[in-house]
Each structure stands twice: as C-alpha cells, then as structure tokens.
C-alpha cells in the first residue's frame, strides 16, 4: 500500500502518526506544508522537500528528495521567493500535484485540516478527474476555532465535502464536522499522537501515590489559544497550600517564563522551567506530578491531559478541549475555564489538599489508559483504518471497470 501524507514534518504527533505504520511494509510518503528539518523520530518515510537538509534523523531509514540546502534558516524565505516568482512551476500546490500524479498513491492523508488540508483541497482542484481516496484528521482546533472565523469557514466547508474519510479524536468534532457539511465517512475516534507503551510510561513514574508528589505541572502555551499566563496568576491566588511544592514549567515562550519569575518572587514557590524534552521525558515529569495543568482556548483532547491520566497526575483541563469525554469531571480531573484564575485557583487547591481525590482519580485513568491509550492498541486501529480505505477502493474500482 502506498500512502501519501500531507503534513507538518517537524511535528511531533505527525511522526508518532507515521510511526504506527512505519513496520507494515508499506509505501509511506510525507509532503511537507511547510520547509523545515524533519522530526528526529520519522522513520521509513519518504520526505518530498523542496530542499533537503541534513537533521537528526535515522537515515538509513527516512530520505527526503530536493535540492540540497545545508543550511536551516532561510529556507521559508527563499520557498516565498520562489512561490510569487513561479508558482504553476515550483509553488507548494504545483509541487503537490506533480507528486501525487507520479505517485499514484492509493490514499492521501492529510494530517489537520487548515494547512494540510487545505493544500490538498487545491491541489485535488487543479488535478480535476480522478483523484485517489482522500482522508482528513482533524487536529486540536482545526474545526472548533477556526470554524467560527470568518477567514476559515468556506475553506473548511469545503475540505469537508471534498474529503472521502474523516478522522477525529473526540465526538464533539464528529458533530462539528457533520454541521460544517461533511459528506465522507467518519472513522473510528482514536488519539491523534497515537497510543503509549504503558508499560515502559509507567516504570517512569515516581514511586508511590499520586499524593506523595510534590510537583505541578503547568503547560507554557501562552498565544491565540494558549492561556498559561492565567494558570501562573492562579496558582499565585492559592500559594498558601503549595509551600513545599515545585512548580513545573514546560513548552513556555520568553512571556511566560518572565511572568514565572515573577511569581516565584512574590510567593517564593520554586518554579523550574523545563527545557525542551524528548517525549519520554516529558512522560517523566508527569509521572512525578500530583497535578498536571493545562490551560487554552481551544483544543481536542490535549494530548498533555492524555499524558497525565497514564502517568497518574490529576489532570485540571480547560473545558474548551474534550477532556470531558475522558474524564469524569470532580472524580477523575477538574474542568475548568480557560480565563478565570480565580477558579482555577480553586481547582488547584482541591486538589493539592485532597489526596484521596488524587489517588482515586489515577487508579480509575490507569484503568481508561488500558482500555483506550495502549500502544499496540490504537496501532491496530489505525492500521485497520487504512486497510478498509484500501479495500473499498478496489472495489469501487472494480465496480467502475
């Protein structure tokens, strides 16, 4: 099988995407929506770059095609340069369907809808005729925000009715996706990062109840989306019941990590900025949290909150996500409102101060992990998504000839 995907090369979840099929023999490709160094973990993957670059990628298992570039700065603007001067010849949409003609693959995959997905919606246009069977994942925000911008709403429309197969991680963007006119097949529902190797994620768990921790972790997204400003006013509104704790910091920009010095004068918390990490030992500081936080005005399941149920931290998730359709709301995590610190602040505070709450909320998502998040598990879904893509596209040839 031979499977083209439309997608961020430097991400994370696209690589732990791929990842899952990269065993089966198949014929994996990935176009890049944008020039940058491939993720380090991509692995028998074709990338089709405009310019290759050497990065820290196995490779004798990924090769990337075009033109040698040493250097990794300058590559989005020499690609601009050549998009205005000679877009039918070299721009990103001709480069796509000049790919997909000498492919012939048996499935596109465009991984999130407003880059990835609309690069291939055009590219399927100036194709014309047939086209190979065209499945789309939604990502995070993809439908949930940017569907209600004015900029993004006829675009979104149309990827929808254009698609052949929809993919999502969360009922609420199932409906959504019906609502913006999709007309495909929905898949089934599974995490779009992929699952975990339980096993391995919980032999790096700090040792003993959840309520023994004495850290918590705070997402550091701070944008159009991101809300850890409010997270750190929060937990400065509840100091007095985190003496005694360390304040994680992760995935923060300059902003945030001002503002976190801040705090840590004025309540004399440490609080630790957490550099940049591989996946595993970000699976690490979870695992020695009590509470792990996560804060934003939109999102799917945030993969964070899906980190945290498997190493045992007690998720306090913004109710702008899905998390609501993992967790048990005052049971198993706190859903809160991504701009109100006040009642984060409360949410922190339960949760610092109630250890059975803690203890009780990581056995039950040790239990939803096993069912829904096991590696092996979410693969065979995954791998079983494509085979009936494959499957019905024979027969829908067959029928046709």
Request: glycine share 8%; aromatic share 6%.
């Amino acid at each position: 099988m031979r499977i083209l995907f439309v997608a961020m090369t430097n991400s994370v979840h696209t690589a732990r995407w791929i990842g899952q099929l990269a065993d089966e023999g198949w014929d994996l490709h990935l176009f890049p929506v944008e020039e940058c160094p491939p993720h380090a973990s991509l692995r028998n993957v074709t990338v089709h770059s405009l310019f290759a670059q050497r990065s820290a990628v196995n490779g004798s298992t990924m090769s990337q095609t075009g033109i040698w570039w040493p250097l990794r700065r300058g590559t989005s603007r020499l690609e601009a340069v050549i998009e205005r001067t000679s877009p039918s010849l070299m721009g990103r949409t001709a480069r796509l369907t000049r790919l997909i003609r000498r492919l012939k693959p048996d499935i596109v995959h465009s991984l999130e809808l407003t880059r990835a997905g609309y690069l291939t919606l055009d590219a399927k246009r100036l194709l014309g005729g047939t086209f190979p069977p065209w499945m789309v994942t939604n990502w995070g925000s993809d439908i949930y925000f940017f569907g209600r911008l004015a900029a993004h709403v006829d675009r979104l429309k149309a990827v929808l009715a254009s698609c052949d197969y929809y993919a999502c991680e969360c009922k609420r963007d199932v409906a959504l996706a019906r609502e913006y006119g999709l007309k495909g097949e929905v898949l089934p529902i599974v995490p779009n990062a992929g699952g975990y190797d339980l096993t391995m994620a919980r032999s790096m768990r700090q040792p003993g109840p959840t309520s023994a921790r004495r850290m918590i972790l705070l997402k550091g997204y701070q944008g159009w989306a991101g809300r850890a400003l409010t997270g750190l006013r929060a937990i400065e509104l509840c100091a007095d019941v985190l003496h005694g704790y360390r304040i994680g910091l992760y995935l923060a920009g300059d902003d945030v990590r001002l503002a976190a010095e801040l705090v840590a004068r004025s309540t004399g918390l440490p609080i630790e900025v957490i550099p940049h990490c591989s996946h595993e030992e970000m699976l690490r500081w979870h695992g020695r949290a009590r509470v792990s936080i996560g804060l934003s005005l939109s999102d799917a399941i945030s993969t964070s909150v899906l980190e945290a149920m498997v190493m045992g931290s007690f998720p306090i998730q913004s109710n702008t996500s899905c998390v609501n359709e993992w967790v048990e709301d005052g049971t198993t995590g706190l859903i809160v409102p991504p701009e109100d610190p006040a009642v984060i602040a409360g949410a922190i505070r339960r949760a610092v101060t109630d250890d059975g709450l803690v203890d009780h909320a990581a056995e039950v998502n040790g239990r939803v992990a096993d069912e829904r998040l096991d590696y092996l598990t979410v693969q065979s879904q995954a791998i079983a998504m494509y085979e009936k893509i494959s499957a019905e596209r024979v027969t829908k040839g067959a029928a046709r000839s």
